[in-house]
């Protein structure tokens, strides 16, 4: 059997509507971003949220840290990348860099946001079932 995926990168571009009135990304635009990124290691694995949740199988984010390091900017196409760190019978960990690899023009003259982590975060997701309870993860995602 093949060995299921543990890191992927996905590339975004910041929307309007994710910025403050200063054209910095605000900070509860992050928690979107890395969710995307979950989302689709999880389709590497051959597998959607949606066919999950059919089977009973929720997972809910019970701890979530970001590091925000540099400001990232309306316009900015940005990378994040995700990757399995560790995981138990009823629990995945991830962590996450997110970085600028096209810094558009707004922002200060001279302002270089590019080749660096503009912020690093890790989640614990645990598994429920439909009434909230701690259940044992899948077989198929254990040391996904």
Known sequence: ????????TVRLR????ECDPMGVAHH?????WLEI????????????????????VLMVI?????????PIRYDDVIEVDCTVKAGSR?????EYEVR???????????EARTGHVNAAAKT????????GKVRELPGWLVGA
């Open 14 to 17: 910041v929307r309007y509507c």
């Open 62 to 70: 019970v701890k979530l840290e970001v590091a925000y390091r540099r």
């Open 90 to 94: 009823v629990k995945i960990e991830h």
């Open 37 to 56: 990124a979950r989302t689709e290691l999880l389709r590497e694995v051959g597998k959607s949220y949606a066919e999950m949740e059919s089977q009973g």
């Open 100 to 110: 600028v690899v096209e810094q558009s023009a707004h922002g200060p003259p001279g």
């Open 124 to 131: 614990v997701l645990a598994c429920v079932d439909r009434a």
């Open 28 to 32: 509860a635009a992050y928690a979107p």
């Open 1 to 8: 059997m093949a060995e299921k995926p543990r890191r992927t």
